[in-house]
């Protein structure tokens, strides 16, 4: 999410807090779902044919991709950081709802008023397992052509019920990257995604349409009617199961509605010797509006 972004100042610990600005509700239909995804078992089950796949429908999604122990972990460090334990870290961006009573939430509820956070991986590493997976590493090399450099790394969260909706887009729209370079996005459950708590939604194919121009709406978005009506694949998946995703791969997740927690972290990587272009040169292909956006 880009600039709808407020600085938060709390009365009692006089620390400034990063808080999410409240946004519409999304049109019921704009998560209409053709069907689901299939999934494979397991990165080692990768093969040619599903690297095939990957090229023609812009996405792969693999269960079973981390153990339950590297989950556990991973989930652990999360929250570690979301109760402050680290006080050097300073990522975390709040729900707006919450933004007025931070300072007398209990841990249960501090956890439920996080919408993301981001630039972890230096601070926790417990996450920095999952990006740099040994077996994750050289799946990614396969998809890249050469050794991957991750370059953002983020974690989702959908509290029950106040979990807001990511509308669609395509992740280059927010990366100074030239339009032909290779970015793959790893977008890994830490809970079971389901459909009715926000799992991810992509356009399959839709990223061989190229670059489509953004508007700054619910957020840094795609048009809803320009969405409207075309395919659209739910991933749900379960704790430690992952999707891949071509960073031109139109994609978005429903407000979740439901009683459960969605906790995701998502890494993206493009290839060692990538080159970043000018936010210019972004603004000039995916739109105007998108000046200082973050996804
Ligand atoms: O996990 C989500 O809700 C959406 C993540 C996403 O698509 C993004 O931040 O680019």
């Not at 991810?200 to 978005?221: A, E, S, T």
């Not at 739910?234 to 979740?256: E, I, S």
């Not at 509605?257 to 292909?285: F, P, W």
Request: proline fraction near 5%; aromatic fraction near 8%; charged fraction near 25%.
């Amino acid at each position: 999410m880009g600039k709808v972004i407020v600085m938060f100042r709390l009365m009692k610990t006089k620390k400034t807090i990063r808080v999410d600005r409240e946004s519409a509700a999304h049109p019921a239909d704009l998560y209409r779902i053709s069907h689901e995804a299939q999934k494979l078992d397991g990165l080692a089950a990768v093969t040619e044919e599903h690297l095939a796949f990957y090229e023609q429908e812009g996405y792969l999604a693999i269960e079973n991709a981390f153990t339950t122990k590297e989950v556990e972990e991973a989930k652990a460090g999360m929250l570690d950081l979301i109760l402050g334990r680290n006080p050097t870290f300073d990522g975390i961006m709040f729900e707006a709802g919450a933004a007025d009573r931070l300072d007398q939430l209990t841990d249960d509820e501090r956890q439920d008023a996080v919408r993301k956070i981001m630039r972890f991986v230096g601070y926790e590493p417990r996450l920095a397992q999952l990006a740099y997976h040994r077996q994750l590493t050289a799946l990614l090399t396969r998809l890249l052509g050469e050794a991957p450099k991750m370059f953002q790394d983020m974690g989702l969260i959908k509290p029950p019920r106040i979990g807001r909706e990511k509308p669609w887009h395509q992740d280059k729209a927010y990366f100074d990257f030239p339009v032909e370079t290779r970015v793959v996005g790893v977008w890994i459950a830490l809970d079971e995604a389901t459909i009715h708590n926000g799992c991810m939604h992509v356009q399959p194919r839709g990223h061989r349409q190229g670059p489509v121009i953004h508007f700054k709406r619910r957020d840094w978005q795609i048009c809803d009617t320009e969405v409207m009506g075309k395919p659209c694949v739910a991933v749900p998946l379960k704790p430690g199961g992952l999707l891949l995703f071509d960073g031109l791969l139109p994609h978005g997740t429903p407000t979740n509605h439901s009683r459960e927690r969605r906790k995701a972290v998502q890494y993206h990587y493009a290839g060692e010797s990538a080159v970043a272009a000018s936010t210019e040169y972004r603004l000039s292909v995916f739109g105007s509006e998108g000046k200082d956006v973050e996804c």
